[in-house]
């Protein structure tokens, strides 16, 4: 009997134990969330402005409102200095971008002055003084000057260094001419100002376009020793970063024609539809496999082969990176395939509503307006030098291999 009154004893005192230790545990986390919570509000944290709904995938990776730059503290540590400083230059850089904006257009409207055409063209045969390992054409339209300046505020700023023979990489806008005769002195002024435009002696417009591209390779043919060509719109985002280490990665690559191909795509025959391609300038009902025009490198020595091609078939299709590919198959080249290049192109997503760690990795994205330019720039830079924003994103999504799936996943 004494022995089993001991051993009752011993249960209840462990049970007592038990309850005990489990009852400190949850008075030691209540506190412990307690000041968190006080912490974060001390820091403007407002739990029903961010990670409130974290099946929202732009929700768990810097914050609900991309455009508020309001990082959570769980996430993002403050004190990481490079991204502090980081993120002040973006908020200064966005600032002085609207401010040049405003200047130059007011500077421009009040006069238009003229210019020699000889000095334009004598500027445009300088510009490519250097070799450059990577030059990235944008094709730009004459109105399109807030996204030029865009793109000169962020990834397509120039870097000079004075002792090097060479330049790492360079961006040349090409446009075509206008038919306002202002709109056509504003480009004229802005190219000798910035002195990275080269003007096409053609109308600028949709159905010019692929003869554009071929103007564009003539004057690069001629002008420029470099080792890449990447081609895009001013409506792209170029990670130039990214890209340089593939090129890297690349070597000496006599045959690169690389960026998301389209692979069987039919010819349209419709009269009506702008991508129409008639029989008698195209006749096989399947188009060559060809890359997306908004962003393709090739190397720069088929450049000679490729214009060549083009004056000896003396037949242009209509949708230009269609007619780049149909050259490439008569030079046989072909096209390989890379998800880094527009991932999201058959996606109807805004920027701002994808989660803002997929845009680290790919070297060229699409439908980027004139902020986005800015903001994805600089804070792809705070994500790369802080590591635990996007190791939070990936961890919940890791059934899938951003950025190539669509649409965004709303399963967590």
Not at 281 to 308: D, Q, R, W
Not at 340 to 357: A, E, G, T
Not at 386 to 409: A, E, G, L, N, W
Request: hydrophobic fraction near 35%.
């Amino acid at each position: 009997m004494l022995v089993e009154s001991n051993s009752n004893t011993m249960k209840i005192s462990w049970k007592c134990v038990r309850d005990i230790g489990i009852a400190f545990l949850i008075l030691y986390l209540s506190t412990k969330y307690i000041l968190l919570q006080i912490q974060l509000n001390s820091q403007g944290y407002k739990p029903e402005e961010r990670f409130s709904q974290p099946n929202i995938s732009s929700y768990y990776a810097v914050g609900s409102d991309l455009k508020s730059q309001q990082y959570d503290p769980r996430v993002f540590p403050l004190y990481e200095k490079e991204a502090i400083i980081l993120e002040g230059m973006f908020r200064k850089r966005v600032s002085s971008f609207y401010e040049k904006y405003k200047q130059y257009y007011e500077r421009i409207n009040k006069k238009i002055r003229g210019f020699k055409k000889v000095t334009l063209q004598k500027m445009e045969h300088q510009i490519c003084s250097k070799p450059i390992d990577l030059l990235i054409m944008v094709n730009s339209s004459p109105l399109n000057v807030k996204r030029r300046l865009a793109i000169r505020y962020s990834w397509g700023e120039r870097v000079i260094k004075l002792k090097s023979t060479r330049e790492q990489s360079r961006v040349l806008f090409f446009i075509g001419r206008s038919t306002d005769l202002e709109i056509q002195g504003k480009v004229e002024e802005e190219a000798m100002e910035f002195q990275d435009i080269i003007s096409l002696d053609l109308i600028d417009d949709y159905k010019t376009l692929s003869a554009k591209v071929m103007e564009t390779f003539h004057w690069v043919y001629g002008n420029c020793k470099t080792y890449f060509i990447l081609k895009t719109d001013d409506d792209c985002f170029v990670n130039k970063d990214n890209l340089l280490e593939f090129l890297q990665r690349q070597g000496v690559r006599e045959t690169l024609y690389t960026g998301r191909v389209q692979w069987a795509m039919p010819a349209i025959r419709d009269p009506s539809s702008k991508f129409y391609v008639p029989k008698t300038t195209y006749e096989p009902v399947f188009l060559h496999p060809y890359v997306s025009g908004g962003g393709y490198v090739l190397s720069a020595n088929l450049l000679k082969p490729i214009l060549k091609s083009d004056r000896k078939s003396g037949k242009r299709l209509p949708i230009e990176d269609a007619n780049i590919g149909n050259l490439m198959h008569n030079i046989n080249i072909k096209p390989s395939d890379n998800r880094n290049f527009l991932p999201f192109i058959y996606c109807n997503i805004s920027v701002w509503d994808r989660p803002p760690c997929d845009y680290v990795e790919p070297y060229v994205i699409h439908g980027v307006d004139e902020y986005g330019q800015l903001w994805l720039h600089y804070h792809i830079k705070i994500m790369t030098h802080v590591p635990s924003i996007c190791k939070h994103s990936k961890k919940h999504r890791h059934k899938f291999q951003p950025p190539t799936y669509c649409p965004v996943d709303l399963s967590l």
